[in-house]
């Protein structure tokens, strides 16, 4: 058992009190970003002339080679360290000697670890980033192609109004586009340095704050050195961000399972990115869709557990929040596995561009034309509504769609029905007459594909 802080202690930490206390097991996962910070810190002392530079030199040299060692393989992080910043000085201490001693002068592992969650988090941010973008290339990659792909758009999970597949996939295009964005926010409104504030209160030594801060690329250092080590609202908001990435993915994994079911047959998810049974032999199950679906309730927990977390702890530093990593840990590479599973099972989904054209044809999703068409020709809207329901029920009890019916049998049920009724309710003039900005109109789509075409060049 190793530990920083025995000299006030005239008795052995119970074995598992140490267990219960320790992070090591996790908080290993931000090493580099710990040997990062100690190194940024160590160069602010010298040029403050708190630490001399052969000191300095001492330092810098030996937390490049326990990075290095770390990174080959070569230095083992053991449990036998209560952290990861006590493991780091312990060793760097083994390493150079009394220099070593020196590193931790004028901070706290309060704002060291608030440093290092930050950096880590900041860095993860960046992937999560980078992440969204590959799986908006592919979602624009589909609407490009499928402009004139035509499908039924639901409400309460009963065909609607014909729609595209450009049009559907948009949808998904503005939910992730808004996830990325708030990536962005969240890194512009944490970007700022802890490191400096001590355990609460600052330091009385003559630290250069904005110094460590511009080292570290932060836009400069926090402003209340209590705040700096008690905020783990980045992580909340992180977290809140990443749940609303997972109920799109959930939502839209979800349409997949539909689609891919036998009765709908829109999609077929390639075999790659499909399971068997181990029973029934003709089974080809949507697994990945499903568990990136299941997955959502693990994210949801995390943020609901360090909300609960925070919500009691006075100012400033408080070992609760020691809480906040394993869950962010977790959350973040369940996240990123998602998108980049996610990513690749829509890139090699086949669509059947003639089966979704069918549901759409069948399924009255022209009715809402039909009833326009009437109302073109003088009828009030309400009379419309009602005569294609009458046609809608007639169409039912024929077994046919509103095209499929002859002039005659249109007429016999309004008169104000003339050849021009085909066109007019056509799938091809449902759709190209939705022109609106954000309407499935091709023209339309295709102007909204450009501006996003251009959002993803940036
Ligand atoms: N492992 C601790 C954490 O994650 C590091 C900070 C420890 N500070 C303290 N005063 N015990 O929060």
């Not at 090591?24 to 160590?42: L, N, P, R, Y």
């Not at 810098?60 to 326990?66: N, W």
């Not at 969240?186 to 490191?195: G, K, Q, S, V």
């Not at 996240?335 to 759409?360: E, P, Q, Y």
Request: one cysteine or more; hydrophobic letters at 40%.
């Amino acid at each position: 058992m190793a530990q920083l802080w025995g000299g006030r202690f005239t008795k052995e930490t119970d074995k598992l009190v140490y267990n219960f206390n320790a992070s090591i097991s996790f908080d290993q996962k931000f090493f580099k970003q710990d040997i990062e910070g100690s190194m940024a810190h160590v160069k602010m002392l010298a040029k403050q002339k708190i630490l001399s530079e052969e000191d300095k030199n001492q330092i810098l040299s030996g937390l490049e080679s326990i990075l290095a060692d770390v990174i080959d393989g070569k230095l083992e992080i053991t449990n036998e360290y209560e952290d990861i910043h006590s493991f780091v000085e312990a060793t760097l201490i083994e390493r150079i000697g009394e220099a070593g001693k020196k590193l931790h002068t004028g901070r706290s592992r309060n704002d060291q670890v608030a440093l290092d969650m930050k950096l880590y988090t900041r860095q993860e941010v960046v992937a999560l980033k980078q992440l969204l973008k590959d799986l908006l290339e592919v979602i624009l990659t589909i609407m490009e192609e499928h402009t004139q792909t035509y499908m039924p758009g639901f409400t309460h999970l009963q065909k609607a109004q014909p729609i595209t597949l450009a049009h559907h996939m948009g949808a998904y295009f503005e939910m992730f586009k808004r996830d990325s964005l708030r990536l962005h926010d969240i890194y512009e409104r944490m970007n700022f340095c802890p490191l400096g504030s001590g355990a609460l209160a600052g330091t009385t030594y003559p630290l250069d704050r904005k110094y460590t801060a511009q080292l570290l690329n932060f836009y400069g250092p926090t402003l209340n050195s209590m705040d700096s080590v008690a905020d783990r609202d980045y992580v909340i908001e992180l977290l809140s961000a990443l749940s609303t990435i997972m109920m799109h993915l959930s939502r839209f994994s979800e349409e997949i399972i539909i689609w891919n079911s036998n009765e709908y047959h829109f999609v077929e998810i390639d075999d790659a990115y499909s399971t068997g049974s181990s029973i029934m032999p003709q089974k080809k199950n949507p697994d990945i869709a499903e568990l990136v679906r299941g997955k959502t309730g693990r994210v949801y927990g995390a943020l609901m557990s360090i909300l609960t977390t925070m919500k009691g702890i006075p100012l400033a530093y408080n070992k609760d929040m020691q809480e906040d990593k394993e869950l962010t840990f977790d959350a973040i590479d369940t996240v990123k596995g998602c998108i980049a599973l996610f990513t690749g099972m829509l890139k090699t989904l086949k669509f059947n561009k003639d089966v979704m054209k069918r549901s759409a044809m069948k399924g009255f999703t022209n009715a809402t034309d039909a009833a326009d068409y009437l109302v073109n020709h003088g009828v009030p809207f309400r009379d419309a509504h009602g005569i294609i329901g009458k046609l809608v029920l007639y169409c039912i009890d024929q077994n046919k769609a509103i095209d499929e019916l002859s002039l005659d049998e249109l007429k016999a049920i309004s008169p104000v029905f003339e050849q021009d009724i085909y066109e007019a309710v056509s799938l091809e003039t449902c759709v190209n007459k939705r022109m609106t900005i954000g309407a499935p109109g091709p023209d339309a789509m295709k102007e909204v594909i450009h501006i996003n075409r251009k959002y993803l060049s940036l």
